[in-house]
């Protein structure tokens, strides 16, 4: 059993940043592949970015590449979300998940522990 508990959300202007953090329970933490995604109103969930359990990659959704990146510090039990030249298309419900020894997917659905999301509002 893993508990996740995001924090970090906030209100930013357009072109600003903020970093998520996820804290995790347990021991297993390292087992995991962690994940973030986010659900904007009136939308479906959707994929943001993830890290490998084993090998630590990471992997983007092309909206996001080349201004979020995702981290992880196994010995703190948290996983972090850096968001930089952030835009109002960013405005959602961000959550972090965990999929034990997953493979690294992109589906929602393959993730078995979910936190309860936190707010992120860009302001243009």
């Known amino acids: 059993q893993v508990q996740l508990v995001e924090s970090g959300g906030g209100l930013v202007q357009a072109g600003g940043s903020l970093r998520l953090s996820c804290a995790a329970s347990?021991?297993?933490?390292?087992?995991?592949?962690m994940g973030w995604f986010r659900q904007a109103p009136g939308k479906e969930r959707e994929f943001v970015a993830r890290i490998h359990w084993s090998t630590s990659t990471t992997y983007y959704a092309d909206s996001v590449k080349g201004r979020f990146t995702i981290s992880r510090d196994n010995a703190k039990n948290t996983v972090m979300l850096q968001m930089n030249s952030l835009k109002p298309e960013d405005t959602a419900v961000y959550y972090c998940?965990?999929?034990?020894?997953?493979?690294?997917?992109?589906?929602?659905?393959?993730?078995?522990?979910w936190g309860q999301g936190t707010q992120v509002t860009v302001s243009s």
């Open positions: 998940a965990a999929d034990y020894r997953g493979t690294g997917t992109v589906v929602a659905v393959s993730y078995d522990y």
């Open positions: 347990g021991r297993t933490f390292s087992s995991y592949t």
